[in-house]
């Protein structure tokens, strides 16, 4: 039996924690914080409750897997899981309304044709199937097993090229970024919009993401999207609660403040205040540009490895993105067809690129019309009663540090931006407003400990491999990365499928190569 310290009771980290913990060995999770979950967290107020992070979950296999593997109880007797449908309502600037079904292609296409016009359902079906190549060509290295040494196969693209249509145009025709393939493959505006929503929501710009960003698209489609009652608190809180049915043990307000390296291995962690844990192996569940301060000044990576930006440690990297939340709580009950979720787009798409990534001159803004996520769960759990409501709107921003956010006067006339943008998914919205809570990236930033409020997106193989994270085996034997700012990258999933590797890694060694 091992004796291992993990950092950081994020859902990577928990993930890792209770497999480890399965395996026989002797867990101790340090949190900074007063609480379990990271980023999923949750806000409550005079009877209403809003999750502060992700509001839904795809590929809910990563998370069965996990209970299957941990314990008798399976997921599905712990949180109450239900899939969304419709998947998403989209409102563009011209007044369309288009409603896309979970988890059916079929109907996909039905509801794009209706939509934009006969043949849209199908050009989309065709990207979507391209996408599927991509999917297939790199699930297993970006997701099922830990980052290879040889990673630099990653840094092509997997999308397929397009055969060129005509006579005089028979070569075929290279990715290239995605609003590329957007343009190219779909054309029209509102099916642009709807492909390039799905990067953005990730905090990817559409105009420098890789073509294979389609799988985003692709995974929501084909594996469905999924609601947890309770909020999507209550998974964190299903697998916090099964850490502890394995004998994990939780230290909260313990903040690390280094690594401890003996005879060239990581040793165990020192707590604020000079207390020393001692450990045979350290799984870090943090950004991990935040272990060089940790290891006196060291970077755990070797020449050629993935490794985070230099200046990363405490402000954004340029592109960094986070979440603008707004909780509403409103009166008056949610009507019986109400959609989950609704994305209302933005009224000029290069206009919103450029504030959020940076345009010409390459300085983020506010945008005055941001795209704006909408969502309506039909959760008591979330309101006082069946006579009111809970509403959270988010918008994709530049992360803390690029833009100030600090700055309550500004943050609230932001808020009041996409309060009016929302009043296309929820009429009368001002009117049955009871009080609101802003959310802004700096506000993360306090919570988390993510530089900037930053939220990681997932890891996609092209871009010359800058969308890659940093794998989890480290050059200092002994020390691991779980989480979302490690590989495989952000999201709920993925943080899930990082808890996995890191714990295959230690019970079976380096060269250990993913489930069989």
Not at 79 to 96: C, K, M, N
Not at 352 to 381: I, K, Y
């Amino acid at each position: 039996m091992a004796r291992i310290a993990v950092i950081g009771a994020g859902m990577g980290a928990m993930a890792a924690a209770a497999r480890l913990a399965v395996a026989g060995h002797r867990v101790v999770v340090y949190e900074r914080g007063s609480t379990h979950g990271g980023a999923l967290g949750r806000f409550e107020r005079a009877g209403f409750g809003f999750d502060t992070g992700p509001g839904l979950l795809h590929l809910p296999a990563v998370y069965r897997d996990l209970f299957i593997k941990t314990g008798k109880e399976p997921l599905e007797r712990c949180v109450e899981l239900a899939q969304v449908d419709p998947a998403a309502r989209h409102v563009f600037p011209d007044g369309t309304d288009l409603r896309l079904p979970n988890a059916s292609r079929a109907g996909v296409v039905r509801a794009l044709d209706e939509a934009f016009g006969a043949g849209t359902g199908e050009r989309w079906g065709d990207l979507v199937n391209r996408a599927r190549e991509a999917w297939d060509a790199t699930r297993r290295p970006l997701l099922e097993e830990p980052l290879r040494e040889d990673w630099a196969a990653l840094r092509e693209d997997p999308y397929p090229a397009v055969r060129r249509r005509g006579w005089f145009r028979r070569g075929p025709v290279r990715p290239g970024t995605l609003a590329e393939v957007a343009a190219r493959e779909l054309g029209a505006a509102g099916p642009v919009a709807l492909l390039e929503s799905h990067a953005l929501a990730h905090g990817l710009d559409p105009r420098t993401a890789p073509a294979s960003a389609t799988v985003l698209p692709y995974l929501e489609q084909t594996f469905g999207s999924w609601y947890a009652q309770g909020g999507m608190r209550a998974l964190a809180d299903a697998v916090y609660e099964r850490c502890r049915a394995r004998k994990v043990e939780f230290v909260f307000e313990a903040e690390v403040t280094g690594v401890a390296v003996e005879d060239g291995r990581a040793a165990g962690v020192v707590l604020a205040g000079g207390s020393a844990a001692e450990a045979d192996a350290v799984v870090a569940g943090i950004a991990p540009s935040a272990l060089t301060p940790l290891l006196d000044g060291v970077r755990p990576w070797r020449d050629g490895d993935v490794q985070p930006a230099r200046a990363a440690e405490r402000t954004a990297e340029p592109g960094a993105t986070g979440r603008f939340m707004v909780f509403l709580a409103l009166a008056g009950a949610r009507p019986v067809d109400t959609v989950h979720r609704t994305v209302v787009h933005a009224r000029d798409r290069d206009a919103e690129l450029a504030a959020v990534f940076g345009g010409g001159s390459g300085t983020p803004a506010r945008c005055p019309h941001p795209t704006v996520t909408v969502l309506r769960p039909d959760d008591p759990a979330g309101r006082p009663d069946a006579g009111h409501e809970a509403v959270t709107l988010t918008a994709t921003v530049a992360a803390h540090g690029l833009l100030d956010w600090s700055d309550r006067a500004i943050a609230e006339e932001y808020a009041d931006r996409l309060v009016a943008v929302a009043e296309q998914a929820v009429p009368g919205l001002r009117d049955r407003l009871l009080w609101r809570e802003v959310r802004t990236p700096y506000d993360t930033a306090g919570q988390t400990g993510a530089a900037g409020g930053a939220v990681p997106a997932p890891a996609l193989a092209g871009a010359d491999g800058r969308l890659l994270h940093p794998g989890n085996l480290t050059a200092l034997p002994g020390l691991y990365l779980a989480g979302g700012w490690a590989h495989p990258g952000g999201g709920l999933p993925h943080a899930g499928m990082s808890g996995a590797m890191v714990a295959g890694l230690i019970t079976s060694g380096a060269d250990w190569r993913g489930s069989q």
